[in-house]
C-alpha cells in the first residue's frame, strides 16, 4: 500500500493568467509543492492532475508524475475533490498501486517548512485519523457579518467582549496540507471525514497566491525563512 501526493493544478486561471506556473522566487510556483513533497520521507509518489500542457510539462521537469485530467473535471465549479477521485483511480489502475493514503497539497499555497508534510503524517497516523487539514491560529480575531442590512458580531459577543485571552482558541484552515484515506473520500465525496485531525502551522504559512500582489508576499517569506535556498533533497530537517 502506497502513500501518494496529488496535486491538482487546473489551467485557465481567471485571477492571475498562468498563476500556477507563474514565477515565484526565481521558479514556477507549481515547483515549490513538487519539491516539498518529493523532499517527505512518507510519500511515495508525487502526481500532478490538470488538463493543462504547459503545467504538465513543469510538473514533469521537476519530477512528478502527470495525470490528465478530463475537461468535465477542469472547469470552474469542478471540486477538487472530483479530480482527486479521478487521480486515484488512474494511479491504481495505470501505475498499479494501491493507495492508503493520500496527501492533498495545493500548489498556491507553497510556504511550507523543511519536515511540515511529513510531521503532518506522524499526527495523522498517531491519532489514527481519516482526515487531516493544516491550520493556524488566529489570535483575537472578531468577525462580522452583515445580515439583511444590519452588521451582527459572528464568533464573538460584541456587547461583552471580554479579555482576548480567556476567549477559545480558534484556527483558520490554511489550504496547505490535506491528507485522507481513499475510503474517507469515496464514502463522503469530501476530503473531510468522520475522525479529524489538525496540524498546526504558523500564522505567516497562511498566505496563499490568488493574485499579482500576493506574489510578493509569499517570495518575501520564501527569502526570510531560508525556504528558496532549499531544493528538494534539502526540505527535510
Known sequence: MYTVAIIPVRGGSKGLKEKNIYPVAKKPLLAWTVLQALASTS????????????????????????????????????????????????????????????????????????????????VFIREEADSLISVTKADDLTLWESRKGRWVSVNFDYRNRGMRQDR???????????????????????????????????????????????????EYYLYKKNLAFQDANQQNP
Open 43 to 122: 510519500i511515495d509518489k508525487v502526481f500532478v492532475s490538470t488538463d493543462d500542457q504547459a503545467i504538465a510539462n513543469v510538473a514533469i521537469e521537476y519530477g512528478a508524475e502527470v495525470i490528465v485530467r478530463p475537461p468535465e473535471l477542469a472547469g470552474d465549479k469542478a471540486s477538487s475533490e472530483s479530480a482527486i477521485l479521478h487521480a486515484m483511480g488512474v494511479i491504481e489502475r495505470d501505475f498499479q498501486m494501491p493507495i492508503s493514503m493520500i496527501v492533498f497539497l495545493q500548489a498556491t499555497s507553497p510556504l511550507r517548512k523543511p519536515g511540515d508534510i511529513d510531521r503532518a503524517v506522524d
Open 168 to 218: 477559545p482558541a480558534q484556527f483558520i484552515e490554511n489550504g496547505s496540507i490535506y491528507m485522507f484515506k481513499p475510503e474517507t473520500l469515496v464514502t463522503f465525496s469530501n476530503r473531510i471525514g468522520e475522525k479529524l485531525s489538525v496540524y498546526e502551522m504558523e500564522f505567516w504559512q497562511t498566505w496563499e497566491i490568488d493574485s499579482l500582489e500576493e506574489i510578493d508576499l509569499i
